[in-house]
């Protein structure tokens, strides 16, 4: 599986421009190719699979397409190629920016969004009676669980609608954007009925915000039951 960078020359240009003062462009949200593996038995369920900062979604569609789970249809979008400011403002395929590693460094909203929105417009079209999910990888992790904030919320961060009904959630190694919300008792109830598998390695660093968001889950289903 790929996890490397391979950059183009116009990625070059991008960033050349950035760090040596040239035009400003608009910041803009072009995602890439998109990869299907069609379910090799009944259609049962759709998941969304993100892949992580730097990598596409051909490499994760190859590594899905051999999984024994012949009623899942999965659907790997690319991310954007934009400037990622810890990089120094070289461009990346990522879902958002990402400026800072500390807990609490500022989160980029609009990009959170844009990928969030992405995801939630590849779920439209399918069929009604079809589970629908979001997963993910690092990055894509990081996204998959602030879908689950929106379909919590009913909304994005930018207060348009959040229209998708998800059956379930999967981050691996991933973290969650947002950490800090303030309570809300119809959201704690959507979010308890909603299944999320967290997966970390054991030598990876558990992004604390995650512990203390599954903790405020669990009480806030208590405390409302």
Not at 5 to 21: D, P
Not at 62 to 68: A, D, F, G, R, Y
Not at 127 to 152: E, H, N, Q, R
């Amino acid at each position: 599986m790929h996890h490397g960078f391979v950059y183009s020359f116009k990625q070059i240009e991008l960033y050349c421009n950035n760090v040596s003062g040239g035009r400003t462009v608009k910041r803009a949200f072009e995602f890439g190719r998109t990869y299907v593996v069609r379910p090799k038995g009944k259609h049962q369920a759709t998941v969304v699979w993100l892949h992580g900062l730097g990598d596409n979604g051909s490499s994760w569609s190859q590594l899905l397409e051999t999984l024994p789970l012949p009623n899942i249809k999965w659907i790997c979008p690319t991310a954007p190629t934009q400037p990622i400011s810890i990089f120094g403002g070289f461009p990346s395929t990522a879902w958002f920016d990402v400026g800072d590693l500390s807990e609490d460094a500022p989160d980029d909203l609009e990009g959170l969004d844009a990928s969030a929105a992405h995801v939630a417009n590849l779920l439209s079209t399918e069929p009604a009676d079809i589970k629908l999910g979001v997963g993910g990888f690092s990055m894509g992790a990081a996204i998959a669980l602030y879908s689950a904030t929106c379909f919590a919320l009913g909304k994005y961060e930018n207060g348009n609608l959040y229209p998708s009904n998800l059956s379930a959630i999967v981050g691996l190694s991933g973290w969650l954007p947002c950490a800090k919300l303030e309570r809300v008792e119809e959201a704690a109830r959507r979010i308890a009925s909603l299944p999320i598998l967290l997966c970390h390695g054991r030598g990876i660093h558990l992004d604390l915000s995650c512990v203390d968001v599954v903790d405020l889950l669990h009480q806030q289903d208590q405390e409302t039951n």
